[in-house]
T-cell receptor
Framework: AQSVTQLDSQVPVFEEAPVELRCNYSSSVSVYLFWYVQYPNQGLQLLLKYLSGSTLVKGINGFEAEFNKSQTSFHLRKPSVHISDTAEYFCAVSTQEGGSQGNLIFGKGTKLSVKP | EAGVTQFPSHSVIEKGQTVTLRCDPISGHDNLYWYRRVMGKEIKFLLHFVKESKQDESGMPNNRFLAERTGGTYSTLKVQPAELEDSGVYFC???????????FGQGTRLTVV
């Protein structure tokens, strides 16, 4: 079975500071990796995804993530955050094999709070 | 292109009543997923349709939940009878292919009192 662990439930940070949101996963089969963001009173929006190829993935709004297979991690980073980045961020995986292929398994989410 | 649409956005019902949630996926997306987030917990998979067929319903909590996707277009999720523990946000998502990005709706917040 697969699982996703987001190590921080809340991350407060000042505006223009760098941020890293951590995500580790567990799986016995190959996975695809995703980061989704939920802004207040909105649905989930895809930030970025790793399907194959380069392990450094760039997404929208200046975010990037690096897939590290040996450490089973997919941490999300942004060099300089804005107030508008305040939201809840979800790491998710889906398997490449089996009947549950395509179904997303989510972490519990990390609430990023950007302060002026 | 219209996104995934869910309604109602909010629903408050009494325990024992029936509620039906609706999801309209992006046009042309054969794959449709339902997820649920109970307060304080992670978002969990409920079921997956490919066109009108249920591909995987392993996440459905019990037989009080019934999902349909007639004609392979919109989908409904009925809860009958509703219990307090059914409260949460129900998300619908659709994708063109199974392992590519899924586009999510804004969710339906269900409160059972």
């Amino acid at each position: 079975a697969q699982s996703v662990t987001q190590l921080d439930s809340q991350v407060p940070v000042f505006e223009e500071a760098p941020v890293e949101l951590r995500c580790n996963y567990s799986s016995s089969v190959s996975v695809y990796l995703f980061w989704y963001v939920q802004y207040p009173n909105q649905g989930l929006q895809l930030l970025l995804k790793y399907l194959s190829g380069s392990t450094l993935v760039k997404g929208i709004n200046g975010f990037e993530a690096e897939f590290n297979k040996s450490q089973t991690s997919f941490h999300l980073r942004k060099p300089s955050v804005h107030i508008s980045d305040t939201a809840e961020y979800f790491c998710a995986v889906s398997t490449q094999e089996g009947g549950s292929q395509g179904n997303l398994i989510f972490g519990k989410g990390t609430k990023l709070s950007v302060k002026p | 292109e219209a996104g995934v649409t869910q309604f109602p956005s909010h629903s408050v019902i009494e325990k024992g009543q029936t509620v039906t949630l609706r999801c309209d996926p992006i046009s042309g997306h054969d794959n449709l997923y339902w997820y649920r987030r109970v307060m304080g917990k992670e978002i969990k998979f409920l079921l997956h349709f490919v066109k009108e067929s249920k591909q995987d319903e392993s996440g459905m909590p019990n037989n009080r939940f019934l999902a349909e996707r007639t004609g392979g277009t919109y989908s409904t999720l009925k809860v009958q009878p509703a219990e307090l523990e059914d409260s949460g946000v129900y998300f619908c998502a659709s994708s063109r292919r199974r392992y590519t990005e899924a586009f999510f709706g804004q969710g339906t917040r269900l409160t059972v009192v």
